[in-house]
């Protein structure tokens, strides 16, 4: 149901990749309420997913990025405001890579090449971005920044690997910039820390369908979907959350806040 929350603003969505994705889901919900989008990825997710048939529904120009590239940053930046015919009124970042969980190496045995293109990709590109943004004067006044994170940035997930690291970077990011853009031009900047949720990159950590049943089964509400969450972003792209900036929002049921659930036990 559209309540045409994001009517007149523009925005950009990095990091949709299929119908798994929060970010295809927030796209779809941004649209929905009225927003006009561009939709980006790194040139090789562009050739690998299914975020053209995303572009087309949408009627979203898609501009290829590598979020690591300050130059890419700034293109996408440029191209988004011609493309949207003004500033930009909101952002997701929605992108997180491990090497070495994808290589299978252990937290004990890093391979350090790996963990810094990990921080690079998963929480350094957040830095990046909205330097580029600022310098570029890209956001317009009153605009939302949203990044997606995970509880792993606060506990121990020791399949997570230094994930985890990397999403504690990314809120410190978040706090940080979020002074900086919120004293210029009342932009707010805020982290999201989502359930574990069937996503593309998600269901590739080790063990991820126990603790996923896990977290379901531990939070009162059970894990917040995909759906759901594309629901929130709309809330904190919206005018109705202008004064909330520099926190790291949970979305998770419940989770976060749980010590022990009676219905683990029936597990």
């Known amino acids: 149901m559209s309540n045409n929350l994001l009517a007149n603003k523009k925005g950009i969505i990095f990091g949709a990749l299929d119908e798994q994705s929060i970010a295809w889901h927030v796209a779809e919900k941004c649209v929905e309420q009225g927003a006009k989008i561009t939709l980006t990825n790194a ?31 700034e293109n996408l930046l440029k191209q988004s405001m011609q493309v949207l015919g ?71 997930f020791p399949d997570y690997s230094e994930m985890a690291e990397s999403k504690a970077l990314l809120e410190s990011f978040a706090r940080s910039f979020g002074y900086h853009f919120g004293t210029l031009k009342k ?41 759901a969450c594309g629901d929130y972003c709309v809330a904190m792209f919206s005018d109705l959350t202008r004064m909330v900036t520099m926190q790291n929002l949970y979305h998770d049921g419940g989770f976060s806040t749980m010590g022990m659930n009676p219905a683990i036990l029936d597990m």
């Open 43 to 73: 040139p090789v997710a562009l050739r690998m997913g299914k975020i053209q048939e995303l572009s087309a529904k949408l009627n979203a120009e898609l501009i290829g990025a590598d979020a690591t590239s300050v130059e890419d940053l």
């Open 86 to 156: 003004g500033k930009i009124d909101f952002i997701l970042h929605s992108i997180g890579m491990s090497l070495n969980v994808r290589k299978g190496k252990s937290y004990t045995d890093i391979n350090y090449d790996f963990m810094l293109k990990t921080f690079d990709i998963s929480a350094i590109s957040f830095h990046k971005l909205m330097q580029s943004a600022y310098k570029l004067d890209a956001i317009s006044e009153g605009g939302s920044i949203l990044a997606l994170t995970y509880i792993a940035a606060q506990r121990v």
């Open 187 to 227: 932009v707010r900047v805020n982290t999201i820390s989502q359930s574990p949720t069937w996503t593309t990159a998600g269901s590739g950590i080790k063990g991820f369908k126990e603790f996923y049943d896990y977290a379901n089964k531990m939070s009162p509400l059970g894990n917040a979907s995909a759906d």
